[in-house]
């Protein structure tokens, strides 16, 4: 199974919005409503922040919000925070009954 | 609440076998599936496989050959063995409940 796609980095302001894509295919976020996101801040273990696509756990905060068009889902991040920079990773279930993650997205706030 | 205490040997020769076992805390063991993670120093987080309350496995294709996962439900820990390691082993390793729960993580180094 291949890695999903991310792009490696991205940027924005304090108090911008930011989206991060994650690629797949039919096989994968495209055939699923199991999309996940991870927020990573290293050496730190992952944190949730979006699951079955666009459902937040408790505790997580409003800005963060997910969504799903076809094979690539996307995380939005709202109202930037310095706290935001970090390493994101999305991950889906696949049709061979297997997750995979993306390669990853490191975040700058500028 | 929900906690994973995780262990096992943290540095390991060319071709033994990794075997770490994640203690799970707080609540029922019963009806979940449990998951194991892995980060390469520098690199993204991989999928290991997981196991569900029945003992019913799922693993990456990459690691089928190599990997072993278990549990006991009455000790409530589950585990990870993963043969014939090598460098490309060497890596932060996560057992998990639903990506929500995690472990502290164990540095496992692959070095002769």
């Known amino acids: 199974q291949s890695a999903l796609t991310q792009p490696a980095s991205v940027s924005g302001s304090p108090g911008q919005s930011i989206t991060i894509s994650c690629t797949g295919t039919?096989?994968?976020?495209?055939?699923?409503?199991?999309v996940s996101w991870y927020q990573q801040h290293p050496p730190k273990a992952p944190k949730l922040l979006i699951y079955?696509?666009?459902n937040r756990p408790s505790g997580v905060s409003d800005r963060f919000s997910g969504s799903k068009s076809g094979n690539t889902a996307s995380l939005t991040i709202s109202g930037l925070q310095a706290e935001d920079e970090a390493d994101y990773y999305c991950?889906?279930?696949?049709?061979?009954?297997?997750?995979?993650f993306g390669g990853g997205t490191k975040l700058t706030v500028l | 609440q929900v906690q994973l205490q995780q262990w096992g040997a943290g540095l390991l020769k060319p071709s033994e076998t990794l075997s770490l076992t994640c203690d799970v805390y707080g609540e029922s063991f019963s009806g979940y599936s449990w998951s194991w993670i892995r980060q390469s120093p520098g690199k993204g987080l991989e999928w290991i496989g997981e196991i569900n309350h029945t003992g019913s496995t799922d693993y990456n294709p990459s690691l089928k050959s190599r990997v072993t996962m278990s549990l006991d439900t009455s000790r409530k820990q589950f585990s990870l063995k993963l043969r014939s390691v090598t460098g490309a082993d060497t890596a932060m390793y996560y057992c998990?409940?639903?990506?929500?729960?995690w472990g502290q993580g164990t540095l496992v180094t692959v070095s002769s």
């Open positions: 998990s409940r639903g990506g929500y729960h």
């Open positions: 039919s096989s994968d976020v495209g055939g699923y409503n199991y």
């Open positions: 079955d696509v666009s």
């Open positions: 991950i889906s279930y696949t049709t061979i009954n297997t997750w995979v």
